[in-house]
C-alpha cells in the first residue's frame, strides 16, 4: 500500500463506519435506509479506488472497477431520495422515479466499454478512463450535486429552529460537500493526471460524523461524550505515529542511519516533544468545538444543593431553578410550573429567558395531555424522542402541548408519587442537543427542586397553621380570660351568699346569745331605778346595788363583743390588703357559734401563739373559712362530746400564719379525701349541706396565697390546716 492509499482507506473507513453505526444504532425508518445504502454505495466505491491504486494488473482493474459501477450509478437517485426524505419534500416523486430510471439505463452499459473505456496508469495508481457515455454520469453527478445543495440552503435559510438549522449545517457541510467533491473526480477520469479530489471525502465525512454526534442527526440517541473524543484521539495519533514509522521505515531503509543507535532516540524524542504538546493542542482544540462553554456536572450540582436547601420561599425556589438552568444551558427560555393548593391545575410561577406567544401560558390544567403524559411515565419528556413515535395519537396531543409552550423537553417533579410541577426548557442557544449529562443534570435540579418545593409547601402550611393558631389562642384567650372573670365574680358572689347564708344562720343563736344578758340587764337596772326611786338620801348606798350594776355592764360588754364579732364576720368587703389577726379571726368564729355548743358538753382547748404577726388578707372572708372549719368539727364531735383542739403558730422558715383545727370525731374516710375540697361533694343528708362549704373555704385561702390541707392525725379525728403568707397573696 502506497502513501496515496491513505486517503481513500480513511474515506472507506469512514463510510464502513457509519454504515455499521446505522445498522447497530439507527431506528428502522426510510431515512436511515436511504442513509446506510448511500455509506455501502460510497464503500463499494472506494474499495474500487483501494483496488485500483494496488494492483499491479491493468485487466483485473478494469474488470473490478466495471463491476462496482455496476452498482455505484445507484448512488444518485438514493442521494436526492435520502434528501427529500430528510427535508419531508413529499411532491417531486417524479424527479427520483427518474432518477431511478437513469441510473437503470447506465447500469445496463457499466459492463461496456461505453461506459469505462479502459484503465489508466497515473503516479498515484490505476484510474478508469471513461467512455461515451461516462459524461452522462458525470452530469447526473454535477446535477444532483448542486440540486442537494440548493436544497439544503434553501432549508437553513427558512428554518427557525436553531437545533434543527444547525443539523441541516452540518448536513451540508458533510454529505453536501462530499458530493461534490466526488463529482470532482471526472478530471481523472478523462485523463487528466491530478489526484482523485474525492479521495479526500473523509474530511466532509469527519464533519458529518462530528455533526451525527453532535446532534444526533440521524436520530439515533448516540450523543458524543467527551471519553469517546478522546479514546478516538488516542487511537488517531498511535495510528499516525505507526504510519509515520512505516514511511520512515521505507525511506530510510537504505541507510545504516535505522541500525544505529541513534534511530529510536530520534523517534522517542518525537514522540515526547512533538506527539505529546501535539495532543494536547487537539484535545483543547475538540474541547472548544464539542465543549465550548460547558458546565462542571458536580460544582453546579453542589453549589445549586447548597443554596435550594435552605430556601423556604417559592419564588426565591423558581428564581435561582432559573438561573441555573438558563446559565449552566444556555437555552432560550426556561418556565416552572407548579401545582396550586386544589390540585387541578399548574401555575406558571417563574420564567427566564426570551419571552414568546407561546410561552404566555399561565394556567395549564392537570387533564392536559402533557401533563398526563408525564404522571404516566415519569420521566422527561423531549421532542426529539416523541417525534420517533408520532404515529401514536397520544404522541400528536402531546406535541401539540409541547409547541404551545415553547419547549423542546419537560422535566417533571416528582415527589413521593405526586406530580408536585415541571419545569419547561426551550432549546439552546448554539442549536446544540442536550446531552446524557445535560439531562443528568436537570433531572437532578428536578428532584433537588421537588423536594424543596415540598419543603416550602409545608412550611407554608406550617407557618399558616401557626398565625391562624396563634389567632385562635388569642381568640381564646379572649374568651378565656372573660370565662375566668366570670369565673371570679360568680365565685365571689357564691362565697358572699354562703357568707351571708352562714351569718344567717347563726343569727338565731347570737340572737338568743344576746337575750340572755339584755333581759338580765333590763331586770337588774329596772330594779335599780326602782331602788333608786324609794332610797333615803341619808342612808348609803346598798353594796348589793352596786353589784347589780356591775354585773348588768359586765353583760352589757358581752353583747357588745358578740355583735362586733358578728358585724367582723359579715362583712361585705373586697379588699385583701388590711391587717388581719389569725388569733382574733378565731375567736370571734368561736364567739359566735357558743350558742350551737355550749349545751353539748364539747371541750375546746385554744392554744394561740400571743406573738403571731398580722396578716394581709381579709377579715371577714377569713373569718368565714374559720366558722365553716370549726363548724364542721362542732358538727363531727357533737355526739360522742369530744374534744376540739384550736391552735395558731408563725412557721418562721416560710413567713407563714398557721390556723389548725383537730377534732377528735370519726374522721374522714381515705376513699372521699380527694373530693372534699370539689364544689357540691358532701356527705350530708339532702337539705342539710349544700357542699359548698370546704371549696369555699379552699378558695378564699387559695386567693390569699395560702394553702387549706386535711393532714394526717395521729389519733381518731381529723385535722384541718390553714397556712397564710404574712404579705398577702403570692
Aim: with cysteine; charged share 20%; proline share 3%.
Amino acid at each position: 500500500m502506497t502513501f496515496y492509499s491513505i486517503p481513500p482507506l480513511l474515506t472507506l473507513c469512514c463510510f464502513f463506519g457509519l454504515a455499521v453505526l446505522t445498522i447497530f444504532r439507527g431506528s428502522r425508518t426510510k431515512t436511515n435506509f436511504l442513509f446506510f445504502t448511500i455509506c455501502i454505495l460510497g464503500s463499494f466505491l472506494y474499495i474500487d479506488i483501494l483496488f485500483a491504486f494496488n494492483v499491479k494488473s491493468e485487466k483485473i482493474a478494469l474488470w473490478v472497477s466495471r463491476t462496482d459501477h455496476f452498482f455505484i450509478v445507484y448512488v444518485f437517485p438514493v442521494y436526492i431520495h435520502f434528501f427529500h426524505a430528510y427535508l419531508n419534500i413529499s411532491g417531486r416523486k417524479w424527479l427520483i422515479r427518474s432518477a431511478y430510471a437513469y441510473a437503470f439505463i447506465l447500469m445496463c452499459v457499466t459492463p461496456t466499454p461505453y461506459y469505462i473505456e479502459s484503465m489508466q496508469k497515473h503516479y498515484f495508481g490505476y484510474f478508469a478512463k471513461g467512455g461515451i457515455f461516462y459524461p452522462f454520469f458525470g452530469l447526473a453527478a454535477l446535477f444532483v450535486t448542486l440540486y442537494v445543495l440548493v436544497l439544503l440552503l434553501n432549508a437553513i435559510r427558512k428554518e427557525t429552529n436553531s437545533s434543527h438549522k444547525n443539523r441541516l449545517k452540518y448536513l451540508f457541510a458533510g454529505f453536501g460537500f462530499m458530493g461534490l467533491m466526488n463529482g470532482l473526480n471526472v478530471f481523472p477520469v478523462y485523463g487528466y493526471s491530478v489526484y482523485p479530489p474525492g479521495n479526500l471525502s473523509f474530511v466532509p465525512l469527519i464533519i458529518f460524523a462530528v455533526g451525527l454526534f453532535k446532534h444526533d442527526l440521524l436520530d439515533m440517541g448516540i450523543l458524543i461524550k467527551k471519553s469517546l473524543v478522546y479514546s478516538l484521539l488516542t487511537a488517531f495519533l498511535t495510528c499516525l505515529y505507526a504510519l509515520i514509522i512505516i514511511m520512515a521505515n521505507k525511506v530510510i531503509k537504505n541507510f545504516n542511519f535505522s541500525d544505529s543507535i541513534y534511530f529510536p532516540i530520534c523517534f522517542f524524542l518525537l514522540i515526547a516533544f512533538v506527539f505529546g504538546p501535539l495532543k494536547s493542542k487537539i484535545q483543547v482544540f475538540i474541547d472548544g468545538i464539542f465543549y465550548k462553554g460547558k458546565y462542571d456536572y458536580q460544582k453546579t450540582i453542589k453549589r445549586v444543593s447548597q443554596l435550594i436547601v435552605s430556601v423556604l420561599d417559592y419564588e426565591e425556589i423558581g428564581k435561582l431553578l432559573m438561573d441555573t438552568v438558563v446559565d449552566t444551558m444556555k437555552v432560550r427560555h426556561c418556565a416552572l410550573f407548579l401545582r396550586d393548593t386544589s390540585g387541578s391545575s399548574f401555575i406558571n410561577l417563574s420564567i427566564r429567558g426570551e419571552q414568546t406567544d407561546r410561552e404566555r401560558s399561565i394556567l395549564m390544567n392537570k387533564d392536559t395531555c402533557v401533563i398526563k403524559f408525564m404522571k404516566n411515565h415519569r420521566q422527561p419528556v423531549m421532542i426529539k424522542n416523541l417525534k420517533q413515535k408520532i404515529s401514536s395519537p397520544e404522541i400528536k396531543d402531546v406535541l401539540k402541548d409541547m409547541d404551545g409552550l415553547g419547549a423542546e423537553i419537560v422535566l417533571p417533579m416528582i415527589f413521593e408519587e405526586n406530580l408536585n410541577g415541571f419545569i419547561v426548557l426551550g432549546e439552546k442557544l448554539s442549536g446544540d442537543l442536550f446531552t446524557r449529562e445535560d439531562m443528568d443534570l436537570l433531572e437532578t435540579l428536578a428532584g433537588q427542586s421537588s423536594l424543596a418545593v415540598e419543603n416550602a409547601r409545608s412550611y407554608k402550611l406550617l407557618n399558616d397553621l401557626n398565625e391562624n393558631l396563634e389567632k385562635k389562642v388569642e381568640e381564646r384567650t379572649t374568651d378565656l380570660k372573660y370565662a375566668l372573670s366570670e369565673k371570679e365574680r360568680t365565685q365571689e358572689m357564691l362565697i358572699r351568699s354562703e357568707s351571708l347564708a352562714a351569718i344567717g344562720q347563726l343569727v338565731a343563736g347570737v340572737a338568743h346569745e344576746l337575750n340572755n344578758p339584755l333581759t338580765t340587764v333590763t331586770s337588774l337596772v329596772q330594779a335599780t331605778i326602782e331602788d333608786i326611786d324609794q332610797w333615803d338620801k341619808q342612808q348609803p348606798f346598798d353594796p348589793e346595788l352596786i353589784d347589780d350594776l356591775k354585773f348588768a355592764d359586765k353583760e352589757l360588754g358581752r353583747a357588745k363583743s358578740i355583735v362586733a364579732s358578728l358585724l367582723g364576720l359579715s362583712r361585705q368587703t373586697q379588699t385583701y390588703s388590711e391587717a388581719v389577726s389569725i388569733n382574733s379571726v378565731v375567736k370571734d368564729a368561736l364567739r359566735i357559734m357558743h350558742n350551737q355548743y355550749k349545751h353539748h358538753g364539747l371541750e375546746i382547748v385554744e392554744n394561740y401563739d400571743r406573738d403571731l404577726p398580722d396578716i394581709q388578707g381579709n377579715f371577714a372572708n377569713l373569718g368565714q373559712v374559720a366558722l365553716n372549719i370549726i363548724q364542721n368539727a362542732i358538727q363531727s364531735v357533737v355526739h360522742n362530746k369530744g374534744v376540739i383542739y384550736l391552735d395558731t403558730w408563725f412557721d418562721s422558715d416560710k413567713s407563714q400564719v398557721v390556723f389548725s383545727c383537730k377534732d377528735t370525731g370519726p374522721g374522714i374516710p381515705e376513699s372521699i379525701r380527694k373530693d372534699i375540697f370539689k364544689p357540691f361533694f358532701t356527705t350530708k343528708e339532702v337539705g342539710r349541706g349544700t357542699g359548698l362549704g370546704l371549696y369555699i373555704c379552699h378558695e378564699i385561702v387559695r386567693k390569699h396565697g395560702g394553702t387549706l390541707k386535711l393532714r394526717d392525725s395521729d389519733g381518731p379525728g381529723a385535722v384541718f390546716e390553714v397556712k397564710l403568707p404574712i404579705d398577702g397573696k403570692s
